[in-house]
């Protein structure tokens, strides 16, 4: 077959790839998932945000992004002093998961576009480019400074009440750092950047020689030829008769479905669940103000926000930190739930329901930068004072655990059990007419 397959990474549905319109995206037929954009071969403008990104990146880490200032005394902070702050008060796992989700996986993120784009823009190659695009993909999630920024004006929200609070440059360089970075992204096709770094001259069978006469087919069809999509670059490759499977594209190993996926998901959620209770019964935070100390919940931030008649955001961390975990966790239980029972149903739906909860689920971070912005800014003493809580902890680990739980789910086995009944549903149909026609043939 001349034309590049593609198989949806929702529901392992085959199909071809072909031209669409500019500004159009192609989407599969039988779960709605999205599988590409229009083709995008340029590589200037991608690699121009990548670099302005860095610049601004740069910026938002050296100069202060706020200034605290009460009775005389003057506080600032950078991005990396609620980490500090944070190992410093005993919180390593806190001081770990900032770190990671505001420094190092942003900076990972532009530092590979960079790395990829330069060479092929240049019309040359760099060693470990495959590997460093490959990685990108694990890194992606985990970089968070969108939700960082929430987190900053509510906690800049919450310090004006009382105090006078200055925005830095680094502030600044962060609300044009989150628009560039989205931009990279969107005028980047990923697609391009493997067929430069990798093309492959990899042979499919013959459309023919599949079972359907048509395209789209469905994954159990195609598995049975030997086809299987790598979840790495989403290439459709040839499964190997001996030994493991790897993507001749990204060299990542190739699997069916993921090992041990529902088992996995459902011990990850379990855990968010159970850590969920005392994310909001412990306090995420002790505030002293003029002597008094007082612990802060979630709830009672919300409480806060909302008698300060600071409603929008009051609104956006009700949404982000109370309603957003409770509704992932309850809709990937009924989601792993009906895969585990094999229910029909609306698949269709279901596998958008997962879609959206793995999307959103990332936002909750939001009180954890806000106790990490207060804690690394607010260190006055009795005047006034911010110590993280247990609470922050377990609710970081509620957020992390249920992003992990999602990641390791496949939702291809929403499809299986549709399929496997198809197909029996066939060979009965098949074996029916089979006897009929044998009780009819006169002997």
Known sequence: MSRRLIACEHCDYLHVEEDIPAGSVACCVRCGSPLYSAEQNRFDKPLALAVTALILFAIANTFPVLTFGM???VETNTLASGVITFWQEGFPFLAFMVAVTSIIAPLLLIAAHIYVLLPIWRGTSWPGMKRVWRVLAVVRPWSMLDVFLIGLLVALTKLTDFAQVIAGPAFFAICCLIPTVLLMNVTLDTRAVWRRIAPSSLRYPDQDDLRESTMPISGAVARKHGLLSCHTCAMVVIEQENGPTKC???????????????????????????LYVPANVFPIMQVTY??????????????????????????VVFTASILVPIVKIVLLGWVYLATYLGLAGPLRERTLIYRVTELVGRWSMVDVFMVSILAALVKL?????????????????????????????????????AELKALKSRSDTGFERNQVEKQGTPS
């Open 290 to 315: 003029l002597g008094r100390s007082e612990a802060d919940t979630i709830l009672s931030g919300v409480a806060a926000l909302t008698a300060a008649g600071e409603w929008p955001i009051a609104i």
């Open 381 to 417: 003493g009795n005047i006034a004072s911010v110590h993280p809580g247990f609470g922050a902890v377990a609710f970081c680990g509620v957020v992390i655990l249920t992003m992990l739980s999602a990641m390791a789910f496949d939702p291809r086995l929403i499809w299986d059990r």
């Open 248 to 274: 001749p594209r990204c060299g990542d190993v190739v699997h069916q479905r993921k090992a041990r996926s529902l088992s996995r998901a459902w011990a990850l959620l379990l855990a968010a669940v159970i």
């Open 71 to 73: 009775e005389g005394r």
